[in-house]
């Protein structure tokens, strides 16, 4: 065979253009496109006739195809491919009988090696030019129109994407033969291992290979990768372009994950694996920290590699571990995730060996320091890992404590994310508690006391039998001799009288050692030694007395005493006999190693208990955290919240019954993902009971919801009923739970009066998903409800009469739009029952008949024809038994006398509670009769009208049909079209309501007249009628008579208000706000001189007035009823009330009217004016408080930079140091931007002379460390550098001027005068009575513009105030600064309907 030239993969395709010197092959000739089809045909015939060697003379021919490639058409390419994909083939076949042919030529041999590379080169050349190609035309089509999608990728990429797989396995079947022979027993040149694995990168730099679809490609490239580093020494290589591809490619991550997964474990390729780690952990910092995409691509390689081979990634984690001091936050979070699949795969379970167990801690440490990370990111991250840990119950049980621990204190976090995955980890807790299914800590108090005592019991008794501590005789003598020196030093001293009578020598020198030893035993030091003193001298030379003549008799003593003492102890062990000892040491081993066995259990039973009860304590104070979180803004942290609180509930932790009572409320919220979440809730703990039959369902679910209704408010009922109507519209509960409940409250079924109420609450909230469920058992209802048993006791009446409301607040859809609303007749059973329950129960003392009564008149008005009458026939009734009372009162009064429990008067006496009742009873007929009128009566003369106009339309209609004038009708048919008729004749029907109560239900004819002295005697006599049940009713029945007539009202308000500022009584103040909120709604004009008297209340000393009076200003405000100019700074000094339930009205309040376009940023400039006023009263500390609350509120740009020009300028007007202060706080509460900056700049010299004050300069140096922290623009840089260097400056000079002040030089400061009192201080401490004068009837407008007139001169005022921020004040109200207690100076009628008082 003929020599070839040598073929060198060239390091690029034009490098085989030019000559690369002697022997090495070149591109001799470029054929052009046309050319290629005629040489593709030449190169596959001589294929045929010569094999794969073909190539050596036809390779230009390829060559020329991969040079015109985007010129060339795709059937060129196709051939070109196939052609290719069959030489390779065919030599692969080829290869393995030639590499083993001992004979083969080095000709022959270097020309299998040309033809090799060159196949492969041009194979591979083709494959990445198809690959570009397929992933170019991929991203082309990502475009928004995406036309032609399906045809262009059938196309272009699917004959590709098909052919790829094949492809890659015919390269790793090639790479597996032994082709080194080919290299002379060499290794494989490293560029033909480059060759070959390229068209791998270059495949997996595709984004969309991560596909499911391309599974089969990706394993193709995986294996191909494996045998290039197993046969051709790829890893070095390999090591290299896998870190560079995560660096630039994110998507090569997870798949490279995989791969290096499966080298390590399929091809032992275990040492890549620390190659890659090493290569990772190396990387600079600060390259990490500018290439984000690469980090996350190695933070993703790292936390799926320990998923899948936590072994290997534990035995390399040390390269990773300074990654976690770091400023990269994703690096951190990629080794901690490491650290964690290490903890739950391989460092888990009670085998591990104490090496492992260290790491193991070791890696807990490190996770729980990490819980505080300064990212939230992180610590929001750690906490997903300590999640999965507890789930895979790797967190050994002494480390709970701990980490619950910081899942509580992570509640707290400001970020978001944190608090939702802190409560996660709490849930899983509590899920993956090793401790009990119940974990009440009040139920584990009680065990562990219990168990506490018998451990010390335990050890008590322990303590005699156990084997005391072996102490050496030597050990004893060095703890006596100090004792012994001293008492023998004494030996050399005068002795005492008498001493030398007591220790006399024995005869023999063994009874004299047994006295001496007995002495030392007793603890007599000295006696022992005076005597072995005098032993020494008697038996001199015997044992033990022996004294060595160089020591001095000192050191003879205590050693003769040493050798006593240690020789008598040792003679004492061994007395025993030795045949007995064995046995009774065996014996008392076996006695004794049973009780220390019951003792550790018993240690262990405690420290678990201990660790149980710990635990509950945690998660019970977690409760209290997590419940406050429910009104939380973020809807993700919110679903967490009652995800918790159902996870807890199934544990029987008494606590999470408030918070699943908490979550009620959250069923009317706006976001529907926190609706659903409520009603799953509640759908999982009580309609998925575990009980077998549906019975025994029913009655958990019964049980359940009767529990929560035990002294449930108002507001939970209604939240329950949602909830209820809800699962009965779906069709979720069961109809053996309605049943359950009319056995129940038929009493059929043995229940308790509680749970008999409890099932007509759940049967009314069931009627309105469902109404028909009351609509066919009315008259069980009836019978049963107001029996004659009802007198005993009022609440289930009145449930019953609730309840039955129902028909007439959502009855069965009319068949038609304008159908008559549902009525009973007169004559109806219903109305008999009630009528005869409310008269008997009047005359008989009951807490409980107020609220029946008036439940029972509002059914009559809902649901009877006449329901006046009736009403009538019960007032006449009652009316008659009190007056009955009092004739027997006026015939007893001689015998008896007046009795502290009767109200008397010169015409007799009635018991307290009847006149009571009575009162109740008027009040609430008057305001049934109102509504009634003004609702039920209204809306049926519209609804007869309208059919009236209808039948009129047709008959119209009929009539035109016949006969149509060109002029008839244009008139009418105009008035329609405008509405007037309508709105004329809506008008008229206002008019008669309105007329009725205003002429004829007060009037002397009316029932209602005879009752209004009896009211107005109780409400102006409070010492006369003392009671104070009597006196809120009084109060209460007067606002509802109010309520009837314009006229009426006008001339008793003056009273209403005196009760309301002078009442002694909590409940007939909070029952007169109330009365006036409705007033305000019904008569605005009327009640809108007296508003300052309804803030005033807001001051009350009593917090459920305080509360009630928020709550009302709340819904008038809102409504926009009362003015809120001038007073709406009382609504804010609520955000520092001392009850949290007032404070969060406030918050509401403030929360709502953000919510209401600019109202917040508009009465800012007026609330703080009048806080910061020094006789406002508040404190700088709360005004902050108040300030920080409100100004969140504050989020778009123009509001800040417009508050920022204002409160510049108020600068100006402020004249003493706590405005100024109070101003500048407010700045820097502020997030300045530029333009706001710039308002800073312009407006300096408003407050530049005030910045000498620390305060006011430590402010605006927050308010620009604010700034710079946000992000400065290099524009703007120089503008706050400039900004803060005059701020300095001014600070400086500031300090100056007070030193020379204090030389004698004037100040530049404005020196505080002694402040005047200041005439419309809003803060003013609430006076205990007011004078009668403060509630004189405010003048008519005209009388009063013309006092006001005189009064415009200009004059200057001592506090700031923000009225010009206002665009339409005029200037009379700039200069308006009344007192509070004054009468309003205007009445400025109020519509329903305006919307511009807040703009």
């Not at 580093?229 to 896998?242: D, E, G, P, Q, R």
């Not at 209290?624 to 009104?631: A, D």
């Not at 405010?1338 to 006092?1347: A, C, D, E, G, I």
Request: glycine fraction near 4%.
């Amino acid at each position: 065979m003929a020599a070839v030239s040598e073929f060198h993969l060239p390091l690029a395709p034009a490098d085989l253009l030019r000559d690369g010197g002697p022997g090495r092959y070149v591109v001799r000739e470029v054929l052009s496109a046309r050319e290629l089809p005629p040489a593709l045909a030449a190169f596959r015939a001589d294929f045929r006739a010569r094999g794969a060697l073909a190539v050596l003379q036809h390779f230009d021919c390829v060559y020329s195809v991969l040079h015109h490639f985007r010129a060339v058409g795709v059937a060129v390419k196709e051939d070109a491919l196939e052609l290719m994909v069959r030489v390779v083939t065919h030599h692969s076949n080829e290869l393995p009988a030639i590499l083993s042919d001992s004979g083969l030529s080095h000709a022959d041999r270097a020309a299998h090696l040309n033809a090799l590379k060159m196949n492969c080169y041009l194979l591979t050349g083709l494959m990445d030019a198809f690959e570009m190609e397929t992933c170019k035309n991929s991203c082309l089509e990502v475009d928004p129109g995406r036309k032609n999608k399906k045809n262009h990728a059938k196309t272009s990429g699917s004959m590709w994407e098909e052919e790829r797989e094949p492809l890659l396995r015919l390269l790793t079947q090639l790479l597996q033969l032994d082709l080194c022979q080919l290299w002379g027993g060499l290794k494989v040149e490293e560029e033909f291992a480059s060759l070959m694995t390229g068209s791998c990168y270059r495949i997996l730099e595709n984004p969309s290979i991560g596909l499911q679809r391309y599974r089969v490609t990706r394993e193709a490239v995986t294996h191909l990768l494996a045998v290039a580093l197993v046969h051709c020494n790829h890893m070095f290589s390999a090591t290299l372009k896998i870190t560079q591809m995560l660096q630039h490619f994110e998507h090569v991550a997870p798949v490279f994950a995989r791969a290096v997964s499966l080298w390590a474990k399929e091809y032992g390729l275990k040492s890549l694996v620390g190659e890659l780690l090493r290569e990772i952990g190396q990387k600079c910092p600060q390259d990490l920290a500018r290439e984000a995409s690469g980090v996350k691509g190695y933070a993703t390689f790292i936390s799926e590699l320990a998923e899948q081979i936590p072994a290997l990634v534990l035995s390399n984690m040390s390269v990773l571990l300074p990654h976690l001091d770091e400023e990269n936050y994703m690096m951190r979070n990629a080794v901690l995730a490491a650290m964690a699949e290490v903890l739950v795969q391989v460092l888990n379970g009670d085998q591990l060996e104490e090496a492992a167990r260290g790491t193991r801690d070791k890696f807990l440490d490190i996770l729980q320091a990490h819980v505080c990370d300064v990212h939230s990111f992180v610590r929001s991250r750690v906490l997903q890992l300590f999640t999965r840990i507890v789930q895979c119950k790797a967190l050994p049980l002494t480390q709970f404590q701990s980490v619950v621990s910081l899942a509580v204190g992570r509640l707290k976090d400001k970020s978001v994310i944190v608090v939702k995955n802190a409560i996660q980890l709490l849930a899983a807790f509590l899920s993956n508690n090793p401790f009990s299914s119940k974990l009440s800590f009040a139920d584990l108090d009680e065990p562990l006391k219990k168990e506490v005592q018998k451990l010390k019991e335990m050890r008590a008794r322990s303590r005699p039998i156990a084997v005391a501590p072996v102490v050496a005789p030597e050990e004893e003598w060095e703890a006596m001799l100090p004792e012994v020196r001293a008492a023998t030093q004494q030996l050399f001293q005068p002795l005492e009288e008498g001493e030398e009578e007591v220790l006399e020598m024995e005869e023999t020198v063994e009874r004299t050692v047994e006295q001496i030893t007995g002495l030392l035993k007793k603890l007599r030091y000295k006696s022992a030694a005076r005597l072995t003193q005098k032993a020494l001298c008697q038996f001199q030379g015997k044992e033990p007395f022996i004294s060595p003549g160089e020591e001095n008799e000192e050191a003879t003593i205590l050693g003769v005493l040493k050798r006593l003492y240690t020789g008598s102890c040792l003679g004492e062990n061994s007395e025993d006999p030795p045949h007995d000892n064995s046995s009774d040491e065996i014996e008392e081993v076996v006695q004794e190693e049973q009780p220390q066995t019951e003792l550790v259990k018993q240690e262990m039973l405690v420290q678990y208990l201990q660790d149980a009860y710990n635990f509950s304590v945690k998660i019970t104070e977690a409760l209290n955290l997590i419940s406050k979180m429910m009104y939380e803004n973020s809807v993700s942290v919110v679903q967490e919240a009652i995800e918790f609180f159902v996870t807890v509930s199934q544990f029987g932790v008494p606590q999470a019954l408030l918070g699943v009572r908490r979550m009620l409320p959250l069923i009317w919220s706006k976001e529907p993902a926190i609706k659903e979440a409520v009603l799953n809730a509640y759908r999982q703990l009580y309609l998925s009971p575990s009980e077998d039959s549906e019975r025994a369902k029913a009655q958990v679910l019964v049980h359940s919801l009767s529990l929560i209704m035990v002294d449930a408010s108002l507001g939970t009922i209604q939240c329950l009923e949602e909830i209820i109507s809800e699962f009965v519209q779906k069709d979720e509960i069961k109809p053996a739970v309605t049943q359950l409940l009319w056995e129940r409250f038929t009493e059929k079924c043995p229940c308790s009066s509680l749970e008999r109420r409890a099932a007509v609450m759940l049967l009314g909230m069931m009627a309105r998903g469902k109404p028909e469920i009351i609509g066919s058992n009315l008259d069980i209802l009836v019978t049963m409800g107001l029996s004659e048993k009802a007198c005993e006791d009022y609440r289930l009446p009145q449930e019953v009469c609730n309840v039955i409301s129902k028909l007439a607040s959502n009855p069965k859809p009319a068949l038609e739009k304008n159908s008559a609303p549902f009525r009973l007749l007169q004559s109806h059973m219903l109305f008999g029952c009630l009528s005869e329950t409310v008269s008997k129960g009047f005359a008989q003392p009951s807490s409980h008949w107020i609220p029946f009564m008036e439940a029972a008149i509002t059914l009559i008005y809902q649901l009877a024809e006449g329901a006046e009458e009736i009403c009538a026939d019960i007032l006449h009734v009652c009316c008659q038994q009190a007056l009955e009372k009092l004739q027997e009162a006026d015939e007893q009064k001689a015998d008896a006398g007046d009795s502290p429990q009767r109200v008397s008067d010169a015409a007799g006496s009635l018991p307290t509670f009847l006149l009571l009742h009575l009162v109740s009873l008027v009040g609430q007929v008057a305001l049934q009769q109102v509504a009634y009128l003004e609702v039920s009566v209204s809306a049926e003369l519209r609804r007869r009208r309208i059919l009236k106009e209808e039948k009129t339309k047709k008959q119209s209609d009929t009539s035109t049909k016949k006969q149509r004038p060109q002029s008839t009708g244009n008139e009418s048919t105009m008035e329609e079209e405008l509405g007037l008729v309508g709105a004329t004749a809506d008008d008229t029907e206002a008019e008669l309501i309105r007329s009725i109560c205003e002429t004829e239900l007060l009037d002397g004819k009316h029932l209602f007249s005879a009752f209004v002295p009896l009211v107005l005697k109780i409400c102006n006599n409070p010492g006369l009628y003392s009671d104070s049940a009597l006196s809120a009713a009084a109060a209460l029945t007067l606002g509802k008579l109010c309520m009837i007539s314009s006229e009426f009202c006008d001339s008793h308000l003056r009273l209403l208000f005196t009760m309301m500022e002078k009442s002694t009584l909590p409940d007939v103040r909070s029952n007169l706000i109330i009365a006036a909120g409705d007033l305000a709604i019904r008569f605005p004009n009327l009640v809108e001189p007296w508003t300052s008297h309804l803030y005033a209340r807001l001051r009350d000393p009593c917090p459920s007035v305080r509360q009630t009076a928020a709550l009302v200003m709340t819904h008038l405000i809102l409504k926009d009823m009362v003015k809120v100019k001038g007073q709406v700074s009382e609504m804010a000094t609520l955000l520092i009330d001392p009850e949290e339930a007032i404070v969060g009205v406030a918050q509401n309040f403030f929360g709502e009217l953000a919510n209401k376009g600019n109202a917040v940023y508009n009465l800012l400039p007026d609330i703080i004016s009048h806080l910061s006023d020094p006789n406002s009263g508040i404190e700088e500390e709360s005004f902050h408080t108040i300030m920080r609350h409100l100004f969140s509120y504050i989020t778009k740009d123009k509001q800040t930079e417009s508050l920022v020009e204002k409160l510049c300028q108020r600068f100006r007007t402020a004249r003493t140091e706590r405005q100024y202060r109070d101003l500048s706080h407010c700045l820097a509460l502020l997030p300045v931007s530029d333009r706001g900056l710039h308002k800073l700049q312009d407006n300096y010299d408003c407050f530049a002379d005030k910045l000498q004050d620390p305060v006011v300069y430590n402010c605006f140096q927050t308010l620009l460390a604010r700034f710079r922290r946000a992000g400065i623009k290099p524009e703007t840089k120089a503008l706050a550098e400039e900004l803060e260097q005059k701020l300095s400056a001014s600070h400086n000079r500031g300090l100056d001027s007070t030193e020379t002040c204090q030389d004698g030089s004037q100040t530049p400061m404005p020196r505080p005068a002694k402040q005047k009192p200041m005439r419309s201080s809003r803060r003013q401490p609430l006076s205990p009575a007011n004078t009668d004068d403060d509630f004189v009837t405010p003048p008519s407008r005209t009388l009063r513009n013309q006092k006001r007139a005189p009064k415009r001169l200009p004059r200057k005022k001592a506090i700031i105030t923000f009225s010009s921020d206002e665009e339409n004040d005029s200037e009379d109200e700039l200069s308006a600064g009344l007192r509070e207690e004054e009468t309003p100076t205007k009445t400025t009628p109020i519509t329903r309907s305006s919307a511009r008082r807040l703009r």
